[in-house]
């Protein structure tokens, strides 16, 4: 009997593992991706008016980070813009942003957050960190998903047009599941997730080139007939169109095959088909110096793949690296920066990167995240606690209501439709509480010129304000001691993150091994002193 009863256990327990299991690989589906896209869009509308792009007059990116926990998810941060400084620009006391793409503005407010639950712990308040042999590390069961609303500039953003590219609707819906082999060996070098694609393909519209220079559309040509067997799609007939629709758009019926069944689904499409010739989305990021250049032939070959960028700047050229290379670089080194890994045991990585319904693609994504840099790899040795983590890739059906492709489409006179200047920053933290902050050209909105350079002029994620909060939970930090190893009265910006000692080796390994041609900025930008 006993025997029995301890076999019935034995199956129940590898049962509920089982179940267990199968909840945990399945909740990274297109629900979840629509879930965090819902939770972005909401927590920007909840911001105040100042600052926001002009209706149907400017568009912007956002990009947010949430934080989740027993099922409950919230913004911890959250960032607007598609600007950039020229490299003439670049302050150094640390004053200004240098960046201030959503990508780069969401993850510096995830600093800003990270900061203060390191402050909250050191108080011994309740907080998100756990002391742990005299560094912090988060607690159990917290993971940090990444919103961006469009993809990101760079090697992400670089991939071929399909039929459906430029046409309106909830068309087709396709979603798998793709599991990749890195065949690395090292240990701790690769962490990599099953690839989950929630795509739209009817959503992908005109390339986003995240600059204020935009590529011009392809001049479309007539065609009577659109097909697509890759896709098993099929037109079955035209209806009337719908006068005074965006674009002048028409409604198909369309037969998606899912398992052997069909189902018709209504498509919006522009009266205007597409060139017969293949095209890619493109990039205003241009190649950095070692690089293969753009061949810029027309269609397919205007750009290569794989290559490190920077960041467009009109007339003065960027040293900022584009937003795929910098979200590369976060997979291996963490989204929390040196100085934050003066307190941490290990770096702070995302779980999930969710793109907003935009143009997309898997294989893009998947090649600017890790595959281009997959055979480079091998050779990396990072030291503990560090290791290459390719988060789940999701897209979701939920688009931004201030994207370019939406503005433009509500917009009575689209050629008009620019960037916004600004750029939008808040966190979690008692610093937005009840607002958040506007910047325009890296520094606070609307001051004078008399206050440039006074603290008046910092936003809250500049390099000088989050190292003046790192100096300040120092001295009331007794367990880590880093007060005693570090002197923020003399040391400068540069030398007190280069005493991040595994944060500046596992720097060191990826700069050597795989990014020897990343940018250099002047040595000037470091100099400044808290």
Known sequence: MLCFILIFFIRLFIYIGFEILFKMTDTYNEEFADRVAQLSNSKFISLGKTGKPKEHTEWTLLACILQLEKGNMHVVSLGTGSKCIGASQLSGAGDILHDSHAEVVARRAFVLYLIEQVDRAVKGQESLFQEEKGKYVIREGVTFHFYVSHTPCGDASIFPKQEWDEYYGD??????????NTQITQKDVCDTHPVTFEQDPDSLIEAHEDSNEFEQPAKKLKKNSITSTSTAVTYIHQSKCEEGSPSESCLLAVTEKSNGKSKKNPVTINKSDHPANQDIHRTGAKTVGGEQEDPRLPGADYHVTGALRTKPGRGDPTLSMSCSDKIFKWT?????????????KSPVYFETITIGKCPYSQEAMLRALFSRFENKLKNVQLPEGFRVVTPHLLSSSIGFPFSRDSVTCLSPNPSKVMPSPTCLIWSNTSTHQGKHEVATNGRKHGITKKAIGTPKSWVSVCCKSLLLKIKDIAHNDDQSNISNQVDFTNHDYGTIKALASSYYQAWKELRTNVLDN?????????????
């Open 171 to 180: 068309c087709l819906k396709t979603s798998f599941t793709q599991h990749h």
């Open 332 to 344: 291996v080194l963490g989204v929390q920066g040196a100085l934050l890994m003066l307190f941490l």
């Open 518 to 530: 990343w940018t250099v900025k002047p040595s000037f930008v470091k100099t400044f002193k808290a």
